[in-house]
């Protein structure tokens, strides 16, 4: 049955040119090409898709995902026409033309793109970004799901269902994401069978000294901790509740210092130990709380970051929910039909793609995540949000929190969004 080919609105819209000139300041083609060239991926004679012009064409896939791939392709080339020559006449390459050009450059390149170029950007006056002098950070994972194709199948694997497996295959991811703009950076891509806490291993070496790192109880531990902390970042992670940490020394502020061991032996012989602040508190008054929250991190001093404030900035951490429901909204929008699997496989490799789709077997980060859509929250918006413990004009909501042993306290856990 045929069906109606995904456009654009008819006639050219100079946000179009507008977003290729964006493309263009974010990944210079200067620093395009020398990736080109270090992964031996450079056209060797010119083409109607040139290398560097089919690495553009992916990353502009990611803002016009609703569109067909020779659509997209159109608004590139005239973009192009725009920017440079409006008097020369463009030619859409056809489908074939397009796998052909894709296969030429891989996927190598983009492992090396996203590396080098996607990186944390808040600066000083960004909203949201601080605290105080750290730069908010969090940690986290979720998945996705793949067209439903044997070698998706075969390199992730399908979850389980209630009657066998699962309609899709899925992969699954790990990432970072700075708090007040949602990009997502260091992301890690594997088999769904692949834990997170294997994932996060190769995610935390993309901490620096300065970041505040929020994460769940599920990636507390001895060794993870350790690696978090080798990079300079001060992680604030919850850890389990019943979780043994014995008090060594009360702080005014409620919260407490406290060692964590390796293994049992080592608690028992007191070796090897890594002193931690511990932060114990309970929400009154908020529905379907739990009856205690445990809280550790590597910041001791409590008048740098006392207790109260710490554990208000913990539910920061859902900023990275938002940016992984961002990029599954996009990917629940696209349909079965999102991924191009081209049949020699040589586009067959495990990274997100501009689609918000997977490919392939083995073992990489994806490319470049795409933005955030009109549906979810962007990074404009993340920008103009004011920091939840900001010292200046304050836009919180206000609730009332506990700290075992310890006072009633007013805490921050929300933005108001007041400008």
Excluded at 125 to 149: F, I, N, P, Q
Excluded at 325 to 338: E, F, M
Aim: proline letters at 5%.
């Amino acid at each position: 049955m045929a069906r109606t080919i995904a456009e654009l609105p008819s006639g050219s819209r100079i946000t179009d040119y507008v977003s290729l000139g964006v493309i263009a300041k974010t990944f210079p083609l200067v620093k395009i090409l020398a990736i080109l060239k270090a992964t031996e991926k450079s056209s060797v004679r010119q083409r109607d898709l040139p290398a560097h012009v089919v690495v553009y064409y992916v990353i502009a896939l990611a803002l016009y995902m609703q569109s067909s791939y020779r659509e997209v392709l159109r608004c590139l080339l005239e973009g192009i026409q725009w920017l440079r020559d409006p008097s020369a006449t463009i030619r859409v390459a056809g489908k074939s033309g397009i796998s052909q050009a894709r296969t030429r450059v891989g996927w190598e390149p983009f492992r090396q793109l996203h590396d080098e170029l996607v990186k944390p950007i808040a600066v000083a006056a960004t909203k949201g970004a601080w605290y105080g002098a750290w730069r908010l950070v969090s940690l986290d994972g979720s998945t996705l799901d793949v067209a439903d194709e044997q070698v998706n199948a075969d390199a992730f694997g399908r979850p389980g269902a209630s009657r066998g497996s699962s309609a899709y295959p899925q992969i699954r991811f790990v990432s970072l994401v700075e708090n007040g703009t949602h990009v997502l950076f260091g992301s890690q891509v594997d088999a769904y069978a692949t834990g997170e806490i294997t994932l996060a291993k190769k995610v935390l070496p993309c901490l620096r000294k300065g970041m505040l790192c929020l994460a769940d109880r599920e990636f507390f531990g001895y060794q993870l901790w350790k690696q978090a902390r080798s990079t300079g970042a001060d992680p604030l992670w919850r850890v389990k509740k019943n979780m043994r940490l014995v008090c060594e020394k009360r702080l005014p502020d409620g919260s407490y210092l406290s060692r964590i061991y390796p293994s049992e032996r080592d608690l028992r012989h007191k070796t090897n130990g890594i002193v931690v602040r511990v932060i114990d508190y309970r929400l009154e008054g908020v529905e379907g709380a739990e009856p205690i929250y445990r809280l550790v991190t590597s910041i001791l001093d409590h008048e740098k970051a006392p207790a109260k404030e710490l554990a208000a900035l913990y539910h920061e951490r859902w900023e990275i929910e938002t940016a992984l429901d961002c990029v599954a909204q996009q990917d629940s929008r696209l349909g079965p039909a999102g991924v191009l699997r081209l049949p020699d496989g040589s586009l067959c490799h495990p990274r997100i793609n501009a689609r918000g789709r997977a490919q392939g077997q083995g073992g990489s980060r994806p490319p470049v995540l795409p933005p955030c859509g009109t549906s979810c929250p962007s990074q404009a918006s993340g920008v103009q949000r004011y920091s939840p413990l900001s010292r200046g004009k304050r836009s919180i909501t206000l609730c009332s929190m506990r700290f075992s042993k310890s006072e009633l306290c007013r805490v921050a856990i929300g933005v108001t969004g007041e400008a």
